[in-house]
């Protein structure tokens, strides 16, 4: 149909309000995209900090925002945090894929997930961590052989640094089910204990408030672990290798800028490096079988 205009002024008319619709359904179809984006359920980063830490959920979320902000512009989706300190809750949500990303201190579940349900390692803190066996200054103890028969104050039992410790006496043919070991989920509460003198020994993590103080204040450590990879960065297999390419870049450089090394600070690290499946395979390996370790 071919429309007729009477005059100039009746063209005009009918040109604005095509324009004028043609503006709003663009507005309407923006708005129904935004709408549609922001009805998608968020990805789970995960945040477990185990026994070297005691903040609260509120805590870990103000701690790690900024980290969120700098993982979601790289992903390109939202994320919620989700502060898990539960270890089974941890490793049954890591077995269902129900995390997008994990963020963790203990490093064996983080391992285990890589092993077992396809989890890949997306970066971990570029200052290892390490088991430390500690002593008292005025305590003959001089060498990891010398804790046979001793008593000796752990965090939890089958925790990380449990099994870390545990590895390390087997290498030296010392059993922990054959010592007299107790367990301690707090850290601070391991490092008091052994400065009243109620152990013989005790197993801390270096990145620990205690273990950054222990040798200051006159301490010693007997054992030291080989390095291990250190708040580890996992992806879900759901989120692609360019995703987590994306991510990896992102947080590698936070280093370099005032910006990142704020972000880094606030969340007690020094900066990221890469790292690889095979350093946690290899981990959890020298680990050895939970199962294997409660004998």
Known sequence: MKIRFRNTLQFACFAVFFLALAIDTSAFAQKSAVKAANSQPKLLLAINEGGAANAD????????QEFSHVVEKALGSSLSIVAVRDRNTLKDALKRRAYALLLARPN?????AIRD???????????PSQALFIVRKDSPLRSITDVKGKSIVTPDIY??????????????????SNEKVRAMRDQAAIGWSMENGFFD?????SAS???RTWEKNGGRVIARSPDLPNM?????PEISEAKVAKIRAALLALDSSESGKAVLKKMGLTGFREASPQEFLDFIKWLGDLEIAKQ
């Open 57 to 64: 959920a509120t805590e870990t979320f103000l701690r790690f």
């Open 108 to 112: 064996d579940v983080p391992a285990e």
């Open 117 to 127: 349900f396809g989890y890949q390692p997306v970066v971990t803190e570029k200052v």
């Open 159 to 176: 925790s990380n640094m449990w099994r870390v410790a545990n590895a390390m006496l087997r290498d030296n043919k010392i059993s922990m």
């Open 201 to 205: 020994v005790g197993v801390i993590n």
């Open 209 to 211: 408030a205690v273990a």
């Open 232 to 236: 580890p960065l996992i992806a879900s």
